[in-house]
């Protein structure tokens, strides 16, 4: 008993050495008797119960001092920039506030008038939604989502069976025509050799329809043969090697070049081939009129193609049909046709002579 009082007298001197106010030199104050300052562990530990037992902060959670300190900071800092006024609510809105709170009570109260619950309800004055029904019972709720649940698992299951039959069935229709003789599916695919890599040049040999598309009707690929350039284009929108397409050098500059302007003129695709729609041939704008006056497409193409045979080759069976067009369908745009005919007429040496002519008959 004796070390353990003189340990306590230890740790009490070395409590007032280091936790008592020492007066500076200089101050007036009278040093305070050994009775009001010198106290024991248990008169020190004992002046704060009265303070532990209130509840100082209004804040509820772990981090109460800090949330005062910011707020005080962020009050502050609003008055010292002036939107101190902006900042604080209204006591309006406090009154509403306070009267929506007090009609969501009442409407809990309504739901259900249990008095142990309503301590619970005073804590939250926020964001109580009075359309929320907390004291539903939820006991079936499991047994609910999991009927729910086989309900779904099965229809999604009997939604894919159906779907694996079609494709079944659908696979099964076309294996039977591809086996069957007698069915016109099958013979059809011709298992042709790859053309070896280093076949010269001049033994090509491409099939009717490359020759029908190199052909190109007797003239050179423009930009505006929408209707041919797909056929010398990969599906990842390459453009295909001479090996591929059997054209000729100049050929392949020509579908180069009008390939490259329509891509940059936005009427060809730049990563994958065109499709079915977008294979239309480009008209002149001149030509754009023939179809509000009622004129065919096809009677259009062929008065041009025409033109192009007379213009290059001087094919006269080719002129007369042109004026039998004209003669047909009056409205035909042959604006190319008659200009090119006037022109080679001011080219003849007699031309002058036989308009002198012309004009003087009366």
């Not at 190319?336 to 080679?344: A, D, G, V, Y």
Request: with cysteine; hydrophobic share 35%; glycine share 4%.
């Amino acid at each position: 008993m004796e070390m353990l009082r003189v340990r306590i007298m230890h740790l009490d001197a070395l409590f007032r050495r280091y936790f008592t106010t020492r007066a500076s030199p200089g101050s007036s104050k009278v040093k305070i008797g050994r009775s009001h300052v010198d106290k024991g562990f248990d008169d020190l530990l004992g002046a704060s119960i009265s303070t532990q037992n209130n509840k100082i902060s209004e804040e509820g959670s772990f981090d109460a001092l800090y949330q005062e300190c910011m707020a005080e900071i962020y009050r502050k800092r609003a008055e010292i920039d002036g939107y101190s006024d902006e900042t604080r609510e209204s006591p309006d809105i406090q009154d509403l506030t306070k009267k929506e709170l007090e009609i969501t009570r009442a409407i809990f109260k309504r739901v259900n008038p249990c008095e142990k619950v309503m301590p619970k309800l005073d804590r939250k004055d926020d964001f109580i939604d009075p359309y929320w029904d907390p004291f539903k019972r939820l006991d079936g709720l499991k047994l609910q989502v999991a009927a729910e649940f086989n309900d779904l698992a099965r229809l999604v299951s009997a939604a894919e069976t159906r779907k694996h039959r079609k494709m079944i069935r659908e696979a099964s229709q076309t294996f039977d025509e591809f086996c069957d003789p007698y069915s016109g599916e099958s013979g059809t695919t011709e298992w042709s050799d790859p053309m070896p890599a280093d076949v010269s040049e001049r033994f090509w040999d491409p099939d009717v329809d490359k020759r029908v598309v190199l052909e190109n009707n007797k003239r050179p690929f423009s930009f505006r043969d929408l209707h041919v350039l797909h056929n010398f284009v990969a599906e990842n929108g390459q453009i295909l090697p001479r090996r591929l397409t059997c054209a000729t050098r100049q050929q392949q500059r020509q579908i180069f070049k009008a390939i490259r302007t329509a891509r940059q003129m936005a009427l060809f695709p730049y990563d994958w081939k065109p499709r079915y729609c977008d294979r239309i041939p480009l008209m002149d704008p001149q030509q754009v009129t023939q179809i509000t006056c009622n004129v065919s497409t096809n009677v259009q193409y062929l008065a041009d193609e025409l033109f192009h045979r007379y213009s290059k080759l001087g094919d006269l069976r080719a002129k007369a049909m042109i004026h039998v067009l004209m003669e047909k369908n009056p409205n035909l745009n042959c604006f190319r046709f008659l200009k090119h005919e006037s022109e080679r007429y001011r080219c003849d040496p007699n031309f002058k002579a036989t308009l002198d002519k012309y004009k003087s008959e009366p």
